[in-house]
């Protein structure tokens, strides 16, 4: 049974990447010597409620669904949120791992505590762990494409960065990244031969911003076999995940795609119908991969 390693983490640095994206370094109390060195590698971190110093979490547990049952049966007025994060980095030989949040300027719990937060604020964090990873590496599936096709809002910059920092030299990747304006441009190092086009957000009537799925769908993509990763706000996820298969014609088994945020809901609201289907969609490949089938 996979472990589902739970530590307590406290701030040692925040610094800004940009004016809306903090970078935050923490100290974890332990942290398992093997994890944290991958790529887009997930973790959950939990939020004191008000008043609270610490969030109230279970204890760690080798039994993933005992521990996240007993997390929902703490009250909920005590009980902390909890929200999905990438791994920025990890310091190799220490406990330190840099977390990257986008200060929305909305009042999330997230978002919110990374405004204000302090060195010496704790959190819980849940993770790293294989849990939260598919069973076929990204790295295997990279390295057996012809090139990397990315593309994703900033909320999927920190897990991009790691990506593109992670491609051996002379690996190709073509990256589409939606951000609010060009002060929020990244430099990422690589080893790879790497294009960014950084798109900057232009609101529908609707309030969406559809620049990242017009970029994907008018792009002359390079000659070959492409692997694509794509990540942010569902909507946008759904429509390129379409585009790629239905006009490009890549096999969905070439696609790793993942909802970060639903426009105008919370992680804390409901699913809806096509949040079900996505779920379930990804539930039958990762278990097709794991188990060696195609479909």
Same mark, same amino acid.
């Given at each position: 049974?996979?472990?589902?390693?739970?530590?307590?983490?406290?701030?040692?640095?925040?610094?800004?990447?940009?004016?809306?994206?903090?970078?935050?370094?923490?100290?974890?109390?332990?942290?398992?010597?093997?994890?944290?060195?991958?790529?887009?590698?997930?973790?959950?971190?939990?939020?004191?409620?008000?008043?609270?110093? *610490?969030?109230?979490?279970?204890?760690?547990?080798?039994?993933?669904?005992?521990?996240?049952?007993?997390?929902?049966?703490?009250?909920?007025?005590?009980?902390?949120?909890?929200?999905?994060? $990438?791994?920025?980095?990890?310091?190799?030989?220490?406990?330190?791992?840099?977390?990257?949040?986008?200060?929305?300027?909305?009042?999330?719990?997230?978002?919110?505590?990374?405004?204000?937060?302090?060195?010496?604020?704790?959190?819980?964090?849940?993770?790293?762990?294989?849990?939260?990873?598919?069973?076929?590496? *990204?790295?295997?599936?990279?390295?057996?494409?012809?090139?990397?096709?990315?593309?994703?809002?900033?909320?999927?910059?920190?897990?991009?960065? $790691?990506? *593109?920092?992670?491609?051996?030299?002379?690996?190709?990747?073509?990256?589409?990244?939606?951000?609010?304006?060009?002060?929020?441009?990244?430099?990422?190092?690589?080893?790879?031969?790497?294009?960014?086009?950084?798109?900057?957000?232009?609101?529908?009537?609707?309030?969406?911003?559809?620049?990242?799925?017009?970029?994907?769908?008018?792009?002359?993509?390079?000659?070959?076999?492409?692997?694509?990763?794509?990540?942010?706000?569902?909507?946008?996820?759904?429509?390129?995940?379409?585009? *790629?298969?239905?006009?490009?014609?890549?096999?969905?088994?070439?696609?790793?795609?993942?909802?970060?945020?639903?426009?105008?809901?919370?992680?804390?609201?409901?699913?809806?119908?096509?949040?079900?289907?996505?779920?379930?969609?990804?539930?039958?490949?990762?278990?097709?991969?794991?188990?060696?089938?195609?479909?």
């Amino acid at each position: 049974m996979t472990e589902l390693p739970v530590s307590f983490i406290h701030v040692i640095d925040i610094t800004r990447v940009t004016p809306r994206m903090a970078r935050v370094t923490f100290d974890a109390d332990h942290l398992d010597d093997s994890v944290g060195h991958a790529p887009d590698q997930q973790v959950k971190l939990c939020f004191p409620r008000a008043g609270q110093r *610490l969030p109230v979490l279970p204890e760690e547990s080798d039994d993933a669904s005992g521990w996240y049952q007993a997390y929902l049966a703490i009250p909920e007025g005590e009980r902390p949120w909890m929200r999905s994060f $990438t791994l920025r980095r990890r310091l190799p030989g220490t406990n330190t791992v840099e977390i990257d949040f986008v200060l929305h300027g909305d009042t999330g719990p997230a978002t919110g505590w990374a405004a204000a937060a302090r060195p010496g604020d704790q959190l819980g964090m849940v993770g790293p762990s294989a849990i939260y990873s598919a069973p076929i590496s *990204l790295t295997d599936s990279i390295a057996n494409s012809d090139w990397l096709l990315l593309a994703g809002d900033e909320s999927a910059l920190p897990a991009i960065g $790691t990506l *593109l920092e992670a491609l051996p030299r002379g690996g190709r990747a073509v990256a589409f990244v939606e951000v609010a304006d060009a002060d929020e441009r990244q430099n990422i190092e690589t080893d790879g031969d790497v294009t960014v086009n950084w798109l900057y957000r232009e609101h529908t009537a609707a309030g969406r911003s559809d620049v990242l799925i017009d970029a994907v769908r008018n792009a002359e993509f390079p000659p070959g076999r492409p692997f694509a990763w794509l990540a942010g706000e569902s909507g946008a996820v759904r429509a390129l995940r379409r585009h *790629l298969v239905d006009d490009r014609g890549l096999d969905k088994r070439s696609i790793d795609f993942a909802g970060y945020w639903r426009f105008t809901l919370t992680q804390d609201d409901a699913p809806t119908t096509e949040d079900m289907a996505e779920a379930q969609e990804r539930l039958a490949e990762f278990r097709a991969a794991a188990e060696g089938r195609t479909e």
